[in-house]
């Protein structure tokens, strides 16, 4: 896995990358109430916003950490936003994203690196 500074996380599946939010993420932003997710088709750009997230603490976005084709959503996330915060490392993924570039996935950092981040 390989995480950004704005607490995303990336998970490289058979060419596929899944992005969600890490723990201390949903931490921060408390219990969220609503998502709204990507088309399924949408090409993106590196540093698009393309998720929104509404928490009763707050509202954030979430950027696309690749250029490249949304290719899946986790849908069961407009139903069950509250998922993010039972399980953001696992389940309640966001997207899957085709990467254009893959070699952009070696600018973030390993799980210690984050670690130090957050400490």
Same mark, same amino acid.
Request: proline share 5%; glycine share 6%; charged share 30%.
């Given at each position: 896995?390989?995480? $950004?500074?704005?607490? @995303?996380?990336?998970? !490289?599946?058979? &060419?596929? =990358?899944?992005?969600? =939010? $890490? !723990?201390?993420?949903? $931490?921060?932003?408390?219990? =969220?109430?609503? +998502? !709204?997710?990507? %088309?399924? &088709?949408?090409?993106?750009? *590196?540093?698009? %916003?393309?998720?929104?997230? %509404?928490?009763?603490? #707050?509202?954030?976005? =979430?950027?696309?950490?690749?250029?490249?084709? +949304?290719? @899946?959503?986790?849908?069961?996330? #407009?139903?069950?936003?509250?998922?993010?915060?039972?399980?953001?490392?696992?389940? #309640?993924?966001?997207?899957? +994203? *085709?990467?254009?570039?893959?070699?952009?996935?070696? !600018?973030?950092? $390993?799980?210690?690196?984050?670690? *130090?981040?957050? &400490?």
């Amino acid at each position: 896995m390989k995480f $950004t500074e704005e607490h @995303e996380w990336l998970r !490289e599946e058979d &060419g596929v =990358i899944v992005v969600g =939010i $890490t !723990e201390h993420a949903s $931490t921060q932003l408390g219990d =969220i109430v609503f +998502i !709204e997710l990507p %088309e399924e &088709g949408t090409t993106v750009s *590196k540093d698009d %916003e393309i998720v929104v997230i %509404e928490s009763v603490k #707050a509202a954030s976005d =979430i950027l696309s950490p690749l250029d490249g084709e +949304i290719v @899946e959503v986790n849908e069961m996330l #407009a139903d069950e936003p509250s998922k993010v915060n039972d399980d953001p490392m696992g389940d #309640a993924w966001f997207f899957k +994203i *085709k990467p254009s570039d893959p070699s952009q996935m070696d !600018e973030y950092m $390993t799980e210690d690196a984050y670690n *130090k981040l957050i &400490g």
